[in-house]
């Protein structure tokens, strides 16, 4: 993981002072997990969990305030507030402060979208499939959540199909049972399935 964040740390600002990396994946299977421990890794990196940007009413039209509250800041190597969405109140809270620091994670599902991906050094995406991942969401989540899993399948497969985030992902991320193995990405192997690793990339557990 230290290596990774090495890694990461090398790139070039691609927003602002920032290099903003996306850690992208259906939901369940473990971005902000993952995400955290990266972040740890980078020295205590902010992270911006886009569990504070989505609503209800708009569980993946969320891309204006994210630019406004977030992006727009950052490229004016300023520090972004942004207003976190309670999911219990269903209200917006106070805004909260994500410095323009060397390196800024963002993790959720849409995080590699198409409007995002030009500020990004690297979108990282989980390899899990989506039935598995969301069935551990399921899981983790308890019967009380049933019902919105429902809508949120049906809303995840619609957001995907039109704004797929994987194809473009500079890195895989699979998670083992120790650790995380990290695989060159569609978008540097040319479409390549997850098991194909390029000689000179990234293929090694953290």
Known sequence: MHDLAARLHGLPPSLGPVRLIAVDGHAGSGKSTFAGRLAHALGGAPVLHLDDIASHQQLF???????????E??????SARYTPYDWRTRAFGAP???PAAPVVL???????RRAVRPHLARLLWMELPREESWARGRRRDGAEQREFWEGW?????????????RPHADLL????QQGYEVLAGPAVTGGAGPGVTLRDGPSRMW
């Open 173 to 176: 991320v699979l998670q083992r």
């Open 153 to 165: 399948v049906a809303a995840e497969r619609a957001h995907f199909a039109a704004d797929p985030s």
């Open 106 to 112: 963002i993790e959720g599902v849409g995080a590699g």
């Open 73 to 78: 800041p950052l490229a004016r190597g300023e």
């Open 96 to 98: 909260r402060p994500l």
């Open 61 to 71: 039209a969320w891309t204006d305030r994210l630019m406004t509250q977030v992006i």
